[in-house]
């Protein structure tokens, strides 16, 4: 038996289960009832049974001792990745769950936690706090230092999409302008080729290929730990890419150069550097260059990811097929491309209001069926487009042709039909009614009284005769098409 009975300086009685790990390695637990000892040993026998035990002691790590090993355990994670995930647990996250028990952190726990969260940022800042927890706790219960994740059904702020400015050419013309010689060049790289800011700041000389016309995206600057900018190829093999460039674009990069003293025999250098030759740095640039830029061009509130937004939305505007499209711009997912960077601009919305409008416009006169139609196609065109072929006389001929039989075969012994199986015939009149009158009459099989006649004729139009003992009105088109469909198959 694996559980001892001690006694403790107060004279209180303790049960202790002392069990062994899958390695030899002896642990222990006590407790104040037998009942509880008990029910511990045979839920850990049954685990170990099983193949699900956990060891208890595993528990006991902290969540911020696991949070600072999970950062370091991912040798292929880049260095901006890692750095965003730090300032995330060191902000938001271990100031709450850092000094708990992995095993005591409960759903409860990370659900007040997201909603604190949700009270002063905006959804996305959310969600992303929350994925980095998320993957926190997956991590410790693959590790079997947990044995589920708390972060179960926790309810996270609805994400809008959210529609961002792209520029036109005379916006981007304007933008260049503001920004002034030295990064005029570096808003029309972004705004044309579609790239990254890290992807623009690390372009180096020996990537523009003038000769070829094509530009190769082999490097990125981002930042790393603690702030500091590092440059490191791109973090997925979509991101490394040669893409062509318009002939004017290289020569404005050729007359870039040129003023900073380079060739392009000088391959290692950036193409774009601060005012004191070191690498662009993000944050010094865009408060010293780019938010004065964006306010002089009137487009204030405009982000540099908006020039990838732009060339993604011109690539979809012209017409460049979603693969182009895609390996241009470095997307793994095409679905990236569409959903996340290519925006519907009013003068699109506009072109696709007038190019529906032209191909659905009604028409101005009645349609003309063609008379090489079957008979009951030509009733059914005469009946929904209001026209004939005006050969009054073949017409009247088909519609004498015509016998109505439920077989859909065509009655070798024709009878006549009842007058309230047969919902309506349409009729033509023009000059030759009489012509159609005597149509009509043999499909009846019956003749035609005077005001039937006069229905007929009357304003020289297309109209329904009614059914015999019908009480005004017309059949509906429903009832007509109904009538056509059950024609023989020789007829239809």
């Known amino acids: 038996m694996s559980i001892t009975v001690k006694t403790t300086k107060a004279g209180e009685r303790?049960?202790?289960?002392?069990?062994?790990?899958?390695?030899?390695?002896?642990?222990?637990?006590?407790?104040?009832?037998?009942?509880?000892?008990?029910?511990?040993?045979?839920?850990?026998?049954?685990?170990?049974?099983?193949?699900?035990?956990?060891?208890?002691?595993?528990?006991?790590?902290?969540?911020?001792?696991?949070?600072?090993?999970?950062?370091?355990?991912?040798?292929?994670?880049?260095?901006?990745?890692?750095?965003?995930?730090?300032?995330?647990?060191?902000?938001?996250?271990l100031a709450t769950l850092g000094a708990r028990r992995l095993a005591s952190i409960t759903p409860r726990k990370v659900q007040a936690l997201v909603t604190r969260w949700a009270a002063t940022a905006k959804p996305r800042t959310v969600r992303r706090q929350d994925d980095t927890v998320r993957a926190i706790f997956t991590a410790a219960f693959e590790a079997d230092l947990i044995?589920?994740?708390?972060?179960?059904?926790?309810?996270?702020?609805?994400?809008?999409?959210?529609?961002?400015?792209?520029?036109?050419?005379?916006?981007?013309?304007?933008?260049?302008?503001?920004v002034g010689p030295d990064y005029s060049a570096l808003v029309y790289v972004a705004g044309v080729l579609g790239l990254r800011w890290g992807e623009t700041a690390g372009l180096r000389v020996g990537a523009v290929d003038f000769a070829a016309a094509t530009v190769t995206i082999s490097e990125q600057r981002t930042r790393g730990h603690g702030g500091a900018t590092v440059t490191r190829a791109p973090k997925i093999k979509a991101g490394r890419r040669t893409i062509s460039a318009p002939t004017w674009l290289l020569e404005l990069l050729e007359d870039h150069l040129r003023r900073r003293g380079l060739t392009p025999a000088d391959v290692t250098q950036l193409v774009f550097v601060a005012a004191n030759g070191d690498g662009l740095d993000y944050a010094h640039w865009?408060?010293?260059?780019?938010?004065?830029?964006?306010?002089?061009?009137?487009?204030?509130?405009?982000?540099?990811?908006?020039?990838?937004?732009?060339?993604?939305?011109?690539?979809?505007?012209?017409?460049?097929?979603?693969?182009?499209?895609?390996?241009?711009?470095?997307?793994?997912?095409?679905?990236?491309?569409?959903?996340?960077?290519?925006?519907?601009?009013?003068?699109?919305?506009?072109?696709a209001a007038e190019a529906l409008g032209t191909r659905f416009r009604?028409?101005?006169?009645?349609?003309?069926?063609?008379?090489?139609?079957?008979?009951?196609?030509?009733?059914?065109?005469?009946?929904?487009?209001?026209?004939?072929?005006?050969?009054?006389?073949?017409?009247?001929?088909?519609?004498?042709?015509?016998?109505?039989?439920?077989?859909?075969?065509?009655?070798?012994?024709?009878?006549p039909q009842r007058p309230e199986c047969i919902p309506a015939v349409l009729t033509r009149t023009d000059s030759n009614c009489s012509g159609w009158?005597?149509?009509?009459?043999?499909?009846?099989?019956?003749?035609?009284?005077?005001?039937?006649?006069?229905?007929?004729?009357?304003?020289?139009?297309?109209?329904?005769?009614?059914?015999?003992?019908?009480?005004?009105?017309?059949?509906?088109?429903?009832?007509?098409?109904?009538?056509?469909?059950?024609?023989?198959?020789?007829?239809?």
């Open 14 to 93: 303790r049960y202790e289960v002392r069990l062994r790990d899958p390695s030899g390695r002896e642990y222990a637990k006590t407790f104040r009832t037998r009942r509880e000892a008990e029910r511990y040993e045979d839920t850990q026998r049954a685990d170990r049974a099983r193949g699900s035990w956990l060891d208890p002691r595993t528990g006991d790590v902290t969540f911020g001792d696991w949070a600072t090993e999970w950062l370091a355990s991912d040798p292929g994670k880049s260095p901006s990745s890692v750095a965003r995930d730090e300032d995330s647990l060191k902000v938001h996250v």
């Open 147 to 178: 044995g589920r994740s708390p972060c179960r059904r926790i309810r996270l702020p609805q994400v809008d999409i959210e529609t961002r400015p792209v520029l036109d050419a005379a916006g981007l013309a304007g933008l260049a302008a503001a």
């Open 286 to 351: 865009r408060q010293r260059v780019w938010m004065p830029a964006v306010r002089a061009a009137g487009v204030a509130g405009l982000r540099f990811h908006d020039l990838r937004r732009t060339a993604a939305t011109a690539l979809v505007l012209d017409g460049v097929d979603l693969k182009t499209a895609q390996t241009r711009l470095g997307h793994a997912d095409p679905r990236t491309t569409i959903g996340l960077y290519a925006q519907a601009t009013q003068k699109a919305d506009r072109d």
């Open 362 to 415: 009604p028409p101005t006169t009645a349609p003309v069926v063609p008379a090489d139609l079957p008979s009951s196609r030509r009733l059914v065109r005469a009946f929904r487009g209001l026209g004939g072929s005006g050969d009054s006389a073949e017409e009247a001929k088909s519609a004498a042709d015509l016998h109505l039989r439920e077989s859909g075969r065509r009655d070798s012994n024709p009878r």
């Open 437 to 492: 009158s005597g149509a009509v009459s043999r499909y009846w099989r019956m003749p035609l009284n005077d005001l039937e006649r006069r229905r007929m004729c009357h304003g020289c139009a297309m109209e329904l005769v009614p059914r015999h003992g019908q009480r005004g009105g017309a059949p509906s088109i429903g009832r007509f098409v109904a009538c056509i469909d059950r024609l023989s198959p020789t007829d239809r």
